[in-house]
Antibody, heavy 121, light 107 residues
């Protein structure tokens, strides 16, 4: 069955970096893009961007700074989100999701369980 | 960017009620509109995609309609397990966006 399994919770100090992984199984990894979605505590869903699993090309949401980087390791069917120079406002749950398509439009049909990143001194 | 506005932000309804949540896009997105349900501490789950297509396994009491800029999610007969936050999402443009969410409480 299709699964996206994310790495565990992280507690980091301001200024540090973190790398969140999203391991896919149960389907051909290269056939579907991966979206990243952020949810700050008590807030709504914020789309961060997506990565093309064929080319590795990322697309970032407007306003997302260069501190956020999407990458892949296709040999292990895994997508990564790396955040550098962490700030307190980066504290959030981070989700990856598989993007499926119907009639030319995308939708996220499978989601990872989420990774909580907490930034605190 | 395309802005998505949901209404209401929250609502309270009784079991068996018919519930409607609306989502408006700042420009036409044709039918590139999805609906998600999120329960506390869980990842979102897709309910409806392409405005009106029911995701496999989702109860038939959920339905979606609309095109262009105005969309609706309807729950025909509210059940206790439908207590959740609901989000619309547009995927018309490469830069995807979500509505701010509608919190649904069961009376």
């Amino acid at each position: 069955q299709v699964q996206l399994v994310q790495s565990g919770s992280e507690l980091k100090k301001p200024g540090a970096s973190v790398k969140v992984s999203c391991k896919a199984s149960g389907y051909s990894f290269n056939d579907y893009a991966v979206n990243w979605v952020r949810q700050a505590p008590g807030q709504g869903l914020e789309w961060m961007g997506w990565i093309n699993t064929n080319t590795g090309d990322p697309t970032y949401a407007q306003g997302l700074t260069g501190r956020f980087v999407f990458s892949l390791d296709t040999s292990v069917s895994t997508a990564y989100l790396e955040i550098s120079s962490l700030k307190a406002e980066d504290t959030a749950m981070y989700f990856c999701a598989r993007e499926n398509y119907y009639a030319g439009s995308g939708y996220d049909d499978y989601w990872g369980q989420g990774t909580l990143v907490t930034v605190s001194s | 960017d395309i802005q998505m506005t949901q209404s209401p932000s929250s609502l309270s309804a009784s079991v068996g009620d018919r519930v409607t949540i609306t989502c408006r896009a700042s420009q036409s997105i044709f039918t590139s509109l999805n609906w998600y349900q999120q329960k506390p501490g869980k990842a979102p789950q897709v309910l409806i995609y392409a405005a009106s297509t029911l995701q496999s396994g989702v109860p038939s009491r959920f339905s979606g309609s609309g095109s262009g800029t105005d969309f609706t999610l309807t729950i025909s007969s509210l059940q206790p397990e439908d207590s959740a936050t609901y989000y619309c999402q547009q995927t018309f443009r490469t830069l995807i966006s979500f509505g701010q969410g509608t919190r649904l409480e069961i009376k």
